[in-house]
């Protein structure tokens, strides 16, 4: 079942068709879905009400789905996977593209991720991305930034998983400015900055994000020198945000621009 509208959506599904400013940089839109879970709040924690769809083409995806895992949130939070062909319509499910690993959507028989965020808000006129939590109960999105529902996973549901998974916090508060520091330049320079690169649309803009990746890159490998985590001696949620960027980078970015 497709979401119908009037309106030209392409500039919302289209990845290629991503925002650039005057000076041939990419821009990124910032998410429009930007609640949390808590009790007490619009959306509460209960087994089974949310659900989180996504793509493995995805890094940002990728990051809440490793999240969930870690925290044992399987049999709370149900996950539907799209297609990773996007087309202009943005991301298919398995009713319309029957990739092998696809699923169609168990809720709605949506076509396309697009027709999720038209049914959260019918007049959405941001861009159809995943990760999305969703919410059952209500029929609309919890949130859309992948960043923010890493912090979900890693407390609102503490009280209905065991013990020794609520125990696992990647955002511990004497390790936080550590953290914040942190992504303040791996977010910009390689989650984001494989983007700008990739969406550059001028040799001036490129060159500059290039660098800026390649130079994010060597300090991270120094940071990473002799030891196993980011920040500490312990896993935190900085680890999940940044080596997945590599492999999607070497496979998205290079077949987008013919590469392979």
Not at 136 to 146: G, P
């Amino acid at each position: 079942m497709s979401t119908s509208t009037d309106k030209d959506h392409r500039v919302q599904s289209d990845i290629s068709k991503m925002k650039t400013e005057k000076d041939g940089s990419f821009k990124r839109a910032d998410a429009s879905f930007r609640n949390t879970i808590q009790p007490g709040s619009k959306f509460e924690p209960e087994k089974d009400r949310y659900h989180l769809y996504v793509s493995y083409a995805c890094p940002w995806a990728t990051r809440t789905l490793i999240v969930r895992k870690l925290k044992g949130l399987e049999s709370l939070i149900p996950v539907t996977v799209v297609s990773p062909h996007m087309g202009p319509d943005g991301w298919p499910f398995a009713t319309v593209d029957p990739y092998a690993g696809a699923d169609a959507d168990p809720l709605y028989k949506s076509d396309h991720v697009k027709d999720l965020y038209y049914k959260a808000d019918p007049n959405y006129s941001g861009r159809f991305t995943v990760p999305v939590l969703w919410d059952k109960k209500l029929h609309t999105i919890v949130n859309n930034e992948s960043s923010e529902i890493i912090r979900i996973f890693n407390t609102a549901f503490n009280s209905l998983i065991s013990p020794e998974k609520a125990a696992l916090d990647f955002y511990p508060e004497h390790l936080r400015s550590q953290i914040d520091e942190l992504n303040s330049w791996v977010y910009p320079n390689i989650n984001n900055g494989v983007y700008r690169a990739g969406f550059a649309t001028t040799q001036e803009a490129y060159e500059k994000a290039v660098l800026e990746v390649f130079e994010a890159l060597d300090k991270t490998e120094k940071i990473l020198t002799g030891k196993d985590y980011l920040v500490g001696n312990t896993l935190t949620e900085a680890d999940p945000k940044l080596p997945q960027w590599v492999s999607k980078w070497a496979a998205n970015f290079r077949l987008m621009q013919g590469v392979v």
